[in-house]
């Protein structure tokens, strides 16, 4: 109701709220989740949060705050296609991820020492994880743009040079996605759960791995 009424026309607020709104379990219709997260993307866009690399006159905790907002953004635009098979809001054409830093655990330092829920440990590897976790969100734009294209034209109805550059991408994404694999293996090694790790980052490493 705030939201169709204008009753908060901040567009970092409202693009958080929308967020929150994306999980809604709601089951009669499938598209309200999407409806949200296009919403959260559109107000990041509007409160500059898309250019947290670039925009000129923001202090570093104005800039941070756009970059978490924006990078949460990007994991619900891939997890949820994952789920429900359309195409990502946010592809290659609208955000440069090959040259703008991802979410980074230097991004989430100045809460780590001060969380009510989780010891300072805990809660630097719950940042890590999200760092881990916005990097296969990378990888995932290419895997998920094959299952699920933009122009909605499956890869299996295309033919000649068309297939050849799909097939070529479908390597390299492959490729990309087996390199993450290594990596992140090496700092989260799967299964969790073999030592003596939080519960929390035990779930969360299983949830990443479940996305891969």
Not at 12 to 39: C, M
């Amino acid at each position: 109701m705030l939201f169709d009424f204008n009753g908060r026309r901040d567009p970092i607020s409202t693009a958080q709220g929308a967020l929150l709104l994306s999980y809604s379990p709601e089951t009669h219709n499938r598209k309200v989740n999407s409806f949200w997260l296009d919403v959260a993307i559109q107000h990041a866009k509007d409160a500059n949060a898309h250019a947290y690399d670039s925009a000129s006159g923001l202090t570093e905790r104005e800039r941070t705050r756009r970059k978490r907002l924006f990078w949460c953004c990007v994991l619900r635009d891939r997890i949820l296609p994952l789920g429900v098979r359309r195409p990502v809001f946010i592809t290659d054409a609208h955000f440069d991820f090959g040259n703008c830093s991802p979410l980074n655990v230097k991004d989430l330092e100045n809460e780590i020492d001060y969380s009510k829920v989780y010891d300072p440990e805990t809660k630097r590897l719950l940042a890590e994880l999200i760092a881990t976790l916005c990097e296969l969100a990378i990888v995932l734009t290419g895997v998920i743009m094959i299952l699920s294209p933009p122009n909605e034209i499956p890869i299996a109805s295309v033919s000649g040079a068309e297939f050849s550059r799909s097939w070529m991408l479908i390597q390299q994404t492959r490729s990309d996605l087996y390199r993450w694999y290594e990596n992140a293996n090496v700092r989260f090694p799967t299964p969790a759960g073999l030592g003596d790790t939080h519960e929390s980052v035990i779930l969360y490493t299983n949830l990443m791995y479940l996305y891969y």
